[in-house]
T-cell receptor
């Protein structure tokens, strides 16, 4: 099965700055998803980008997808202390009929007030 | 959002004990999943179920069993708990009628095996 790998593992920024985290994956996908996890809580779906899309926006979130490089990035603009969380990318496991997701190990974002 | 609930939220048990973690959902989704999360290892899939009669092993099913009692309920059992099963456990659901694989997670169960 393939796996998304996030980079960096940890990121610390000042409130108001932008945060960028990256995800690389191994094989062809039909979509890539980003999730957020507040400390000790369940994951929450943030945004999905399909393989035929290059960029997608949702509020302060901007996701890009480069299928030729098998990579995606998540940009959070004008960060807030409440954005402090871990962020995971997830890709469908094509070997299982795209009904399973494989999650990366996450980027831990700390936004300092 | 209480669409996916898990009980208990925290559990401390001893080596060798049998324990059950329960998951219920009101989203009407057919697909349900159990994951465990360990620091630095991300989420790993234990079992998944596409409907009441369909149960499948995930990446790390050894030492675990599941029961899908109804569309809305999916339980995870540790037959004989061991310390390396100490982890955060999550239940999730997804809707096969959707065109994506978006999953919806419960709040998690923190399990400690002494």
């Amino acid at each position: 099965s393939q796996q998304g790998e996030e980079d960096p593992q940890a990121l610390s920024i000042q409130e108001g700055e932008n945060a960028t985290m990256n995800c690389s994956y191994k094989t062809s996908i039909n979509n890539l998803q980003w999730y957020r996890q507040n400390s000790g809580r369940g994951l929450v779906h943030l945004i999905l980008i399909r393989s035929n899309e290059r960029e997608k926006h949702s509020g302060r979130l901007r996701v890009t997808l480069d299928t030729s490089k098998k990579s995606s990035s998540l940009l959070i603009t004008a960060s807030r202390a409440a954005d402090t969380a871990s962020y995971f990318c997830a890709t469908p496991d094509s070997g299982a009929g795209s009904y399973q997701l494989t999650f990366g190990k996450g980027t831990k974002l700390s936004v300092i007030p | 959002d209480a669409d996916v609930t898990q009980t208990p939220r925290n559990r401390i048990t001893k080596t060798g004990k049998r324990i059950m973690l329960e998951c219920s959902q009101t989203k009407g989704h057919d697909r349900m999943y159990w994951y465990r999360q360990d620091p630095g290892l991300g989420l790993r899939l234990i079992y998944y179920s596409f409907d009441v009669k369909d149960i499948n092993k995930g990446e790390i099913s050894d030492g675990y069993s599941v029961s899908r009692q109804a569309q809305a309920k999916f339980s995870l059992s540790l037959e004989s708990a061991i310390p390396n099963q100490t982890a955060l456990y999550f239940c999730a659901t997804s809707d096969p009628r959707g065109s994506t694989d978006t999953q919806y997670f419960g709040p998690g169960t923190r399990l400690t095996v002494l």
